[in-house]
């Protein structure tokens, strides 16, 4: 919520001042917790973004600014598209949208940075042999090429997410069988804020998102990037009553802490937390931690 408020009040700020959106502001929200896509959508709209020198850009990455956030503040300050001229061999792409990476690439982002910004974007590229011309000839780089047209490649296609609620028994996969691309654990209650308020949902798993869902009448989704998970553990609270409480903690690069467990856990259910914990520790060992003892 804070930094909801944070970004609200940024946009404000500079809707009425029409002055430009600084590094420090952009650090201040991102710092305050502010989602990303809040702050992507506060520099799309601000009258100005400030001009990044190389110590900006070292100064928001330093500051754990997300890439995304990064690459759409240097967009905003790339040159035009030159006019067409006269020339009648001039190449031009199929596909308009690679125009703007031969401007990104011109304005000297990285090959890493435009791969990334590639595979998080929802755009699906098929370049034909025209726009294949059109890149090289801009100086486009092969593995921008390459993430380019992987991007317009079919999934493999997949069964159905599994519902960890309703089987806790899992299949034993052939040795050259592929996770699932989404993993669905319900009913779970996160606990979120300062004083813990719990709310029933479901937590939807997959390569890039942690998607959670509650289950009010108008239920609303947050997706939280999985590339931005920084340690997550299993912690056992002892009650003096009861059975234990087994909780899944989750901590993000922003500092955000959330907090996960079984809706019936009361009665000692634990199975879809520990499913979780270990989808996320098959999937993403380096940022699991051991499991920390009871309290």
Known sequence: MRGVLMVVALSLAVAVSAEELTVPEVIAAHRAGA???GILRLVREAP???VLAAQDLERLRS???PEAVIVAMVARHSPPAPPPTATPTESRPDDASLEDVARLVKAGLSERLLCEQIRQSDRRHTPSANDLVF???HGVPETVIAALMASGASPTPTPSPLTVARSMATPTPAPTAAPPLALTFEPLVRLAGVFRKAQAGRLVLTAEWMEWGDASDTPRAERIATASLRAVWLATARRSLGPPLVELRVRTSGGDELTFHDVDWSTGGSGRTEALYQAIRERFPQVVL??????
């Open 35 to 37: 989602p990303v896509e």
């Open 63 to 65: 500051a754990g600014v």
């Open 290 to 295: 051991t499991e920390k003892p009871g309290r």
């Open 48 to 50: 100005e973004v400030a």
């Open 135 to 137: 890149l090289k000839e």
